[in-house]
């Protein structure tokens, strides 16, 4: 690797966590203190080590389990990590008592440095980083929201997912990096280290990045980048990173007016902008859009195998909306073939039934879900030569005909369906978009996830997906 | 107008009608049958008229209110409309005696005809449109769901909605005309009647498009086609009807793959793909990629107000968030633009908590929901020179926040946020990404609905519609 990898695992399990700020209750903004709320939020983690709050006011007008101290230097035990919620300019004298307490690493959730439109706070930024570098301690941030990661019980928020998983993350907004666990979560997938770095005064994103690359409980990296200082570096990590696992990135500032806002979110210099597509190509990493399809491209390489093409045959109940999906698979740049000779010849012998149409796109018609169907059609599709992958619509409003017509249930239906799709070897996909009630929708939705069955609410964002992971060489789904 | 524009409000109101098929219910498919179906619908939806059905087997196994006729000779009373269910190859005699009874209209459900690969279908078409003609009946179809008007209870699936709107429909796709009717209701909308006509072999697209023109109940016209014999005469009545209302244009087959689906689905030529963009775009009507789109644009043509042009004022909780949409504005073609100077001073006169940046996009960091600041910002971008709307970026996860912060319900932060928007003058859009648990969100996103603010799932979808309101020049929304 051309960086000098740090091994952060260290970072990552800490024995012992002082969070310190302010602990007292705003009677104005009604609001629960910083300090408090990230207390709780390792304590909802479970975080195993030993835990206290450092303020200098003292006891806690809201209880809690944790002992409050006025000074990290009286603190009994030793102390790994603290977490910084006071005001940007109490962070250089109490960072110079946390040096002196021995303390490894220090995330600064306060903003008010360098991205502030304070002159001030670009001062106290590096007065930090060189009370930091003096003491031995790594800082991340400032402005972040610093570590999550389930399996050792670091976290920060209560309500964040407490399942660990194969997704690593490095995200220059807090924001972002919350949007994604949850939204992934919902998508079934879970984390094993995300890491929010803001400003990125000393721990850079390529050292996270090196670090997650070589991470054994990492197996697939996302990242929320919006600038950095040392792009040179940057890039580098990406390329080996890429090289070691699929690495999904997110450039935030890549317009005029995304950028002139994002120097004012991290103080970043978004800047070298038609650099960045560039560079992320070069580097084999894949680049996304927005955070919508950086989850849905996350959970298809969490769950698809490698599609050995863009050749698909889509399969849909209605005749009218598959002439429709046809057309939009087309302008996404995929195909739509006919079916090999020898597909329609092994299907018309075991099919015959009137409406339903195996040209490719197949029109299932009045077929629906009749189980005699299915095995010898996901047989055909197995065996043909046109065929790289199987994406199949369900139209929400058919589902409920068929609850009317049939008097079953639509959670059995796609139940049997998805013992069928068990056994297609062909990479597999879903699309199940809006039509009835969402509720209807969601349930079914959540049963393919719980199948790990890439399932996506529009074709446009299936399709965006599937873009991506058909350019990654590797085979294997993440898992 | 230039076609001679029918007065087809007798087809959208019969006396009385009669659904034409077997009764029989089908052991082995097990499936309720095609005549109870279209029966069942329009008994839910309270069609006040005489109603029976037409069977040569006589008397139906299951159970029901409506007599049951061998022959539609033998319906005491007249007869005004009627829907086929038998197999093709029944209309053409059953047709003749409708003719010998008065029937004036014939919705053919049943397929079999000109869309199928059989050459005997095209036959049976041309003989029932023979028929028709001879015996001075309007068909719909064949191939096709027909007439849909809960205005007065014309019905062709149970379990649609039974409130009457604004929004007309032709659709040459059942599916998509229920698809669209289901995801519609969804985002708060209603229609005044919809027709799928299938393979248009008597009443043409162009005939229902030119009624709907005129039809004082609609106000905004909605077509999927997928393509048409006279293209001439569709492009007079698109462009008349464009400039009375609002005509949204989903083109099915525009691709090679969509075509050749088309041509199986209801036997349209879909070709001369490269005229029909053009022909939209001079015809005035606005043409929309997909059936999400469709439903997007129509809320919005709906709800919204016209903006004077594409400068938004960009708002959200999260600065990473806000970022990435700014980039996603302008890909789609908008502005984040600088706010002006005096809304600055204005701003910076009323609200001056740190950490929150009234640049644009609008970083609300700390400020959240309060109350104190929506009145003055609202206000002063109600007047600000730069921006011609304000969308606005719902982020469920912060939200969620709140609720832990602040002890205050999600629920009752938007409905006080509803009540400041209430007083905005600028054209208000809402955007409510996917993020923690799907029910939360559903429940915002059905909370501003309610309050007739647009409000969409994607960045995405909220500025392809946003696109179409702006290219439209009527000022309001059609309501």
């Known amino acids: ?274 650099l960045w597509p560039a560079m992320l190509r070069q580097a084999g990493a894949h680049r996304v859009l927005d955070v919508n399809e950086l989850v849905d491209t996350a959970m298809t390489f969490s769950y698809l195998k490698r599609p050995a093409g863009r050749r698909m045959t889509l399969m849909c109940i209605s005749g009218g909306l598959i002439v429709n999906y046809a057309d939009v698979a087309v302008r996404h740049g995929f195909e739509v073939p006919e079916l090999a000779p020898a597909t329609r010849t092994a299907l018309s012998e075991v099919i015959n039934t009137p409406g339903t149409s195996f040209a490719n796109p197949i029109d299932m018609a009045s077929l629906f879900f009749s189980d005699r169907i299915y095995a010898p059609l996901f047989e055909a599709l197995d065996r043909d030569a046109n065929t790289d992958f199987i994406l199949f619509i369900v139209a929400m409003e058919y589902m409920r005909g068929l609850e009317f017509q049939y008097k079953i249930s639509v959670q059995r239906i796609v139940e049997a369906f998805i013992g069928f799709i068990a056994r297609v070897e062909k990479p597999f996909v879903v699309v199940v978009p809006p039509s009835v009630e969402e509720e209807s929708r969601l349930a079914v939705e959540r049963t393919f996830l719980k199948a790990r069955i890439p399932t996506f609410l529009s074709m446009d964002g299936a399709l965006r997906a599937l873009a991506a992971r058909i350019d990654d060489p590797r085979r294997e789904a993440v898992g």
Request: glycine content about 12%; aromatic content about 6%; charged content about 25%.
């Open 1 to 274: 690797m051309a960086n000098d990898p740090p091994d952060l695992d260290w970072l990552f399990h800490p024995r012992s966590i002082a969070v310190i700020g302010s602990t007292r209750f705003d009677k104005k903004t009604q609001r629960i203190p910083h300090a408090i709320y990230f207390t709780v939020a390792l304590r909802a983690m479970g975080y195993p080590g030993a835990l206290c709050i450092v303020s200098r006011s003292g006891a806690s007008e809201i209880s809690g389990e944790e002992k409050v101290y006025a000074s990290i230097l009286d603190v009994p035990g030793p102390v790994d990590h603290v977490i910084f919620c006071t005001p940007a300019r109490a962070v250089p004298p109490i960072l110079q008592e946390c040096a002196a307490k021995g303390v490894r690493s220090a995330v600064i959730f306060s903003s008010g440095f360098s991205e502030s439109e304070d002159p001030q706070g670009r001062d106290l930024e590096a007065e930090a980083l060189r009370i930091a570098g003096k003491g031995g301690i790594r800082l991340i941030g400032p402005n972040c929201m610093g570590l999550y990661c389930p399996e050792s019980g670091l976290n920060f928020r209560a309500d964040l997912p407490n399942n660990p998983g194969a997704t690593g993350m490095i995200s220059q907004s807090g924001g972002m990096a919350i949007r994604t666990i949850f939204h992934g979560t919902e998508k079934g997938m879970g984390f094993s280290k995300v890491v929010s770095y803001g400003n990125e005064s000393d721990l850079q994103s390529w050292e996270i990045l090196d670090y997650l690359a070589r991470d054994e409980k990492t197996r697939l990296i996302l990242a929320y980048i919006e600038g950095t200082r040392d792009g040179r570096a940057l890039a580098r990590s990406l390329r080996e990173a890429s090289r070691r696992k699929p690495v999904l990135v997110l450039k935030g500032g890549l317009t005029p007016d995304g950028s002139r806002a994002a120097g004012s979110h991290t103080g970043s210099m978004a800047g070298n902008d038609r």
